[in-house]
């Protein structure tokens, strides 16, 4: 898991509420990203942010809100609005340094819908 | 389109033997290629990476193979170890510069 951390581990919501997931680097890295995974399925991208006060979505945006205010940390909103939020999130990071671009990943948070 | 995918959703392998797992692409524009391996509950880890300016790259126990003519890539794990059980995916990068990932494979180490 490197320097990333996600909090909470497990994340239980009731319908209609929001839920915001941390994730946290020491990494140094500019680029930060949230992936979904769901069982028998890759990941799938939400949002990503190649800087600070920057960020696009991604593949998978709707229902979902970042930030990037701070190099180290990007935040992810699960709102009321995304229809079936229970799955598996992972945080990653990633630097451009060496060219390769790899990404390191966090341990993941588990949300569950009540 | 592009695309990202494994051959075997599920490998056995005797402990102590080698395993190999595929990954074919279809993005002749992917110029970066990584290997992750994933416990039950727990984030990706990073195995190996390798560019596209070469066929091979070894790591400890591990090896990764790219054939850019049929656009397939390998993971060899020589002398498999219980703590090897995982699943394994392969991810690459193209030229929108975001990776893209396979489904995986889940490998079984048999003692």
């Known amino acids: 898991d490197g320097g990333i951390t996600q909090s909470p581990k497990y994340l239980f919501r009731k319908e209609g509420q929001n839920v915001t997931l941390s994730c946290e680097q020491n990494?140094?890295?500019?680029?930060m990203y949230w992936y979904r995974q769901d069982p028998g399925q890759g990941l799938r991208l939400i949002y990503y942010?190649?800087?600070?006060?920057?960020?696009q979505k991604g593949d998978i945006a709707e229902g979902y809100s970042v930030s990037r205010e701070k190099k180290e940390s990007f935040p992810l909103t699960v709102t009321s609005a995304q229809k079936n939020p229970t799955a598996f999130y992972l945080c990653?990071?990633?630097?451009?340094?060496?060219?390769?671009?790899?990404?390191?990943f966090g341990p993941g948070t588990r949300l569950t819908v009540l | 389109g592009e695309s990202v995918g494994l051959h075997l959703p599920t490998l056995s392998v005797q402990e102590g033997d080698n395993s190999i797992i595929n990954c074919a692409y279809s993005n002749s524009a992917s110029d970066y290629f990584i290997w992750y391996k994933q416990e039950s509950g727990k984030g990706p880890q990073f195995i190996i990476d390798i560019r596209s300016n070469m066929d091979k790259r070894q790591g400890q126990r591990v090896t990764v193979l790219l054939n850019k003519t049929v656009k397939h890539l390998s993971l060899q794990i020589a002398a498999t170890q219980p703590g090897d059980s995982a699943v394994y995916f392969c991810a690459e990068k193209g030229g929108n510069e975001k990776l893209t990932f396979g489904t995986g494979t889940r490998l079984t180490i048999i003692p």
């Open positions: 990494l140094n890295h500019d680029a």
């Open positions: 990653a990071s990633s630097t451009r340094q060496g060219g390769t671009d790899t990404q390191y």
């Open positions: 942010s190649q800087i600070v006060n920057d960020f």
